[in-house]
């Protein structure tokens, strides 16, 4: 009988997809959604993954154009997708302007391995629609309270990875940080939760290595 | 980890029945169980039922099925199984609390299924979760849960 080696990739598995993942940042207005993207872009480009930025806001391109002045990736793979009044509209009833940027990146940049989408701000239900992304974040900082997890928002439910950031600010807005990570990982029932710093990058690697892990495939 | 990176075809077609149903002799076949909502990913990390590691890796035009057949090896295959899909049924106690229930599942973004007199919401996540949203209808006697005492 044929031995299979389990680390031998079969023959129909060998090839790519032509398609790149696509990974949601999600999170109420301020919590560090692009400020967290800007320490994942510099990291993603240094580890060798083709990368594009799709970022999403309610009537301008703020956030597309600091990502792009930001000199992190060329300005050609950062997109905009103006939202108009609701934010989640666009990343979970009907995602097609979304999806419509995807495929375009994908379209230009044969060989792209991962799209980040950033969502507009939006509260604590907010989510995306797995039609959209492949694996999604949610961004809540600890400057909004420690009881942020307790209030067991849609999206801190439901969300692949959950990321606490601005860890930094805990003591300055008397924040038991323990205590929010405990009752995090209460209501999550044991999907992953992280802690960043997206100020200086603190946990930002991990963030990284979670993605990689879940979506890329590519060790 | 094994990658996967097409859909191979569907259990139920002919030829391809033919050859699960000898690997279900001869050799393996594992099961990729998913849930309804995980099928419109393309990119998943699971193991399968004999825990075996896989990277599902699509192209945007593949779908995810009950049946797809990931891998297809001399002595190995790896196919989706979809968990059943579970229900919530619920009963208004009269039109204006069917008004509301139908308005708050749909804010709530739950998909649900008309039955008659009965509202069915996909459950998409723990049975418990629903209830405590649903608690105050309940509270106020606007619905009740079919199947619970
Ligand atoms: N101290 C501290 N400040 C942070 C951290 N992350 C972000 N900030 C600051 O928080 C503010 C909001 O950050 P953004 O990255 O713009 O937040 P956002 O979630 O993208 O905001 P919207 O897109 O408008 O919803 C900015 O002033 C950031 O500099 C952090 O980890 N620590
Ligand atoms: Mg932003």
Not at chain 1, 73 to 88: F, N, Y
Not at chain 2, 24 to 35: C, D, I, P, Y
Request: hydrophobic content about 40%; charged content about 25%.
């Amino acid at each position: 009988m044929n031995d299979i080696n389990a680390n031998a990739i079969p023959a129909a598995s060998r090839e790519r997809p032509s398609t790149a993942a696509r990974v949601g940042i999600g999170g109420p207005v301020g919590s560090g959604k692009t400020a967290l993207l800007e320490q994942l872009i510099p990291r993603f480009l240094a580890r060798g993954t083709d990368l594009a930025v799709i970022t999403n806001d309610i009537a301008t391109k703020e956030d597309a154009e600091r990502v792009r002045r930001s000199g992190l990736i060329a300005p050609e793979r950062v997109l905009a997708v103006e939202t108009g009044a609701c934010p989640h509209s666009a990343i979970r009833e009907d995602p097609t302007l979304n999806m419509q940027s995807a495929d375009d990146l994908d379209r230009r940049f044969p060989g792209l391995e991962l799209i980040l989408i950033e969502s507009g701000g939006d509260n604590l239900a907010s989510s995306f629609s797995l039609d959209l992304v492949d694996y999604w974040l949610f961004v809540i900082d600890v400057a909004g309270g420690d009881d942020i997890p307790r209030k067991r928002g849609l999206g801190v439910l439901s969300c692949d990875l959950l990321v606490i950031n601005k860890t930094d600010l805990a003591p300055y807005v008397r924040v038991d940080l323990p205590r929010m990570v405990r009752e995090a990982n209460e209501v999550r029932k044991g999907k992953p939760v992280l802690l960043t710093n997206c100020a200086i990058g603190d946990g930002v690697d991990a963030v990284v290595e979670q993605i990689a892990r879940e979506v890329l495939f590519d060790r | 980890m094994l990658r996967l990176t097409r859909v191979l075809g569907h259990a139920t077609e002919p030829q391809l029945a033919e050859t699960l149903h000898r690997l279900e002799h001869g050799g393996t076949v594992e099961r990729l169980k998913l849930s309804r909502a995980d099928t419109a990913r393309k990119r998943l990390h699971a193991f399968t039922d004999r825990g075996t590691e896989v990277g599902v890796m699509l192209d945007r035009s593949e779908q995810l099925s009950n049946g797809a057949v990931l891998l297809l090896e001399p002595t190995r295959a790896i196919v989706v199984a979809l968990e059943e899909p579970q229900w919530l049924a619920l009963a208004p106690r009269d039109a204006a609390a069917a008004l509301e229930l139908g308005y708050f599942c749909g804010n709530m973004h739950w998909k649900v299924r008309f039955a008659g007199e009965y509202l069915h919401v996909s459950l998409e996540g723990p049975r418990e979760t629903y209830l405590e949203r649903l608690a105050h209808l309940v509270a106020n006697g606007s619905i009740s849960v079919i199947g619970d005492d």
